[in-house]
């Protein structure tokens, strides 16, 4: 079988994707999917000691989260290459040590690879007592039942109420935002974008914006892309529906081997993030970015109007 030759312009971009998520992991070491995609970059560019340093710090965010099967399995493959790496033959030991038969080994819930309902990804590992559907931060490829991106909403009630609770905005300035932005959303026609709500309330306070983005990676365990520094291909974005892009602020931004990179304005649009799941063949990683960027970055794929 004939290898595959890279063209410069796929070059480019894997070198675009490597320098963004040195960035990514470098502030979030323990982000296990960037970190894996880190790896299958270097090695298209047969960066073979690159490969070999992401993978060591793959095993090391697996073993940091819990999941030690993956850990035992990343270890691995790092010592087929490198036979004596001694903090990998530690790790490895320490792994064996603790799935001994009698161990009792950690649940996924909690480990922040996996959330489920009344596990707070706070560091204090309390519940934040709001009734908010919890969702997790990355696909973990189960068979999900199909939803057409029109028959829900776009998530902004769970939205509101996750600015509520977490006392981001007065309750009071929370629900007449949520009631225009869902007035103007529905007068929508053609090919507009719909309003955010983040968007709505942050009325261009860059501050306030960053604050609401950085509670929400807190609790969804998203990793965050700025997307305004990012050479998107149009291809990729396209590869998504338009109901799914215009109609519900989905950004497809990258793709690395079997993983399809896609950000998003709102998390908790669990009907949209489903939707994209069924629409592609793919693995998705999920990354939170500014609703205004997103945007803006529909509008110049798209050739949109703009739109306050």
């Known amino acids: 079988m004939l290898e595959h030759v890279l063209s410069e312009e796929e070059r480019s971009q894997i070198l675009q994707t490597i320098e963004m998520f040195e960035v990514i ?51 691995e493959a790092v010592l087929a290459q490198d036979p004596n790496a001694p903090e990998v033959l530690a790790m490895l030991g320490e792994i064996e040590s603790r799935l001994q038969p009698g161990d009792k080994k950690p649940s996924a819930a909690g480990n922040g690879l996996v959330l489920t309902a009344g596990t707070s990804s706070g560091a204090n590992g309390s519940g934040d007592g709001g009734g908010l559907a919890e969702i997790g931060g990355r696909n973990a490829g189960q068979v999900r039942k199909r939803v057409a991106a029109e028959d829900a909403d776009l998530g902004e009630d769970q939205l509101a109420k996750f600015l509520i609770v977490q006392q981001m905005f007065p309750e009071e300035e929370v629900n007449a935002a949520l009631a225009s932005v869902k007035t103007s959303n529905r007068a929508l026609t053609g090919q507009s974008l719909p309003t955010s709500l983040i968007t709505h309330l942050c009325d261009g306070n860059d501050i306030k914006c960053e604050k609401v983005l950085s509670a929400l990676i807190d609790r969804t365990k998203f990793a965050y892309v700025p997307l305004e520094y990012y050479d998107i291909d149009r291809q990729v974005v396209r590869m998504l529906p338009d109901d799914l892009t215009i109609g519900r602020l989905f950004v497809p931004f990258d793709l690395v081997s079997r993983t399809i990179m896609v950000a998003v304005a709102n998390p908790f649009d669990a009907a949209g993030r489903e939707a994209v799941q069924q629409s592609l063949d793919y693995t998705v990683t999920w990354y939170m970015a500014k609703p205004s960027v997103i945007a803006k970055t529909l509008q110049d794929i798209y050739r949109l109007e703009g739109r306050a």
């Open 25 to 75: 992991t470098q502030t979030q070491p323990d982000d296990y999917q960037s970190l894996l995609i880190l790896k299958e970059a270097h090695q298209k560019l047969g960066n073979t000691e690159e490969a070999l340093r992401a993978s060591k710090k793959l095993a090391e965010a697996y073993f940091n989260g819990g999941s030690y099967s993956l850990a035992m399995q990343e270890c």
